[in-house]
């Protein structure tokens, strides 16, 4: 029973790839479809989308569904909760606040550029140099931007401190 879906898949996918070379052919696609098209093949994916379920592992983050779970809710976490550290800033709930968007951005970061690792480094697998200068660079911006959330003004403060004149940077010392 799967063969035969498979099967009847792949002839809707071919039937497919007739009408859109057949609009092609008649000018009724778009110049921009028909020279990516032209480009990659069907079939041709980016190498980081052969996701598969495991436990998420720092050094390789991007080979398991785990880690795309973690990266889209990372995602809609820092979405959600950086307009609220902007509004509490001046009071001392924002510590905690820019403490977890301290740990949210880089591990962000940190997924998705494990996926430009996987399509541009060819051979970049798990423990290689690449991957464990990313996992340093992530740590190196997470402890950065702790201590600057725990000992500093926090995130928010710094940022807005960058649009602060000389005049009113004097004024908040």
């Not at 720092?58 to 609220?84: E, G």
């Amino acid at each position: 029973a799967l063969s035969t879906k498979a099967q009847e898949g792949g002839e809707a996918q071919s039937e497919h790839r007739q009408r859109q070379d057949a609009a092609v052919l008649a000018g009724r696609q778009p110049l921009v479809a028909r020279a990516v098209r032209a480009q990659a093949p069907m079939g041709a994916r980016a190498l980081s989308t052969k996701a598969q379920e495991g436990s998420f592992s720092l050094v390789s983050a991007d080979q398991t569904m785990a880690a795309q779970r973690i990266f889209h809710k990372t995602s809609l976490a820092c979405l959600a909760i950086t307009p609220v550290a902007f509004l509490l800033h001046p009071t001392p709930l924002a510590m905690p606040v820019d403490v977890a968007l301290s740990v949210l951005f880089p591990l962000h970061a940190h997924i998705g550029l494990n996926w430009i690792i996987t399509d541009y480094a060819p051979g970049a697998g798990p423990g290689s140099a690449p991957r464990m200068a990313l996992v340093a660079a992530t740590g190196i911006a997470v402890l950065g931007l702790l201590k600057l959330s725990l000992t500093g003004d926090g995130l928010v403060g710094t940022l807005k401190a960058t649009w602060r004149g000389p005049e009113e940077k004097k004024e908040a010392k």
